[in-house]
């Protein structure tokens, strides 16, 4: 199994970003996914997810509106669509396979290697 995650990088505040997970070694169409992050000297927090189909996503209440969770089955990516960032959303992004909610993270070895997203002018 294997998650690499990419995009990440500095930006401007009110700007926007994407981030990319291409997925490998399971069956990535079958799959809830999602996307987990963890900003300095903070715990690590759940912003999305994702069903295998796609039909279905979750967000957590502070980024609902700002991020869209999408993927593409075909090319086994996962996407996370990011607009108007702030300081407060830098953080390292991880990928994750299963699902997660305000109350719990997926498992960690789960997750991808992570991704840097710095938000500052």
């Known amino acids: 199994v294997q998650l690499v995650e990419s995009g990440g990088g500095l930006v401007h505040p009110g700007n926007s970003l994407r981030l990319s997970c291409a997925a490998s070694?399971?069956?990535?169409?079958?799959?809830?996914m999602s996307w987990v992050r963890q900003a300095p000297e903070k715990r690590a927090e759940w912003l999305s997810s994702i069903d295998g189909s796609g039909l279905r996503t979750y967000y957590r209440k502070s980024v609902k509106g700002r991020f869209t969770i999408s993927r593409d089955n075909a090319k086994n990516t996962l996407y996370l669509e990011m607009n108007n960032l702030d300081a407060e959303d830098t953080a390292v992004y991880y990928c994750s396979r299963g699902d997660g909610n305000d109350s719990g993270l997926p498992p960690r070895h789960q997750w991808g290697q992570g991704t840097q997203v710095t938000v500052s002018s």
């Open positions: 070694g399971f069956t990535f169409g079958r799959t809830t």
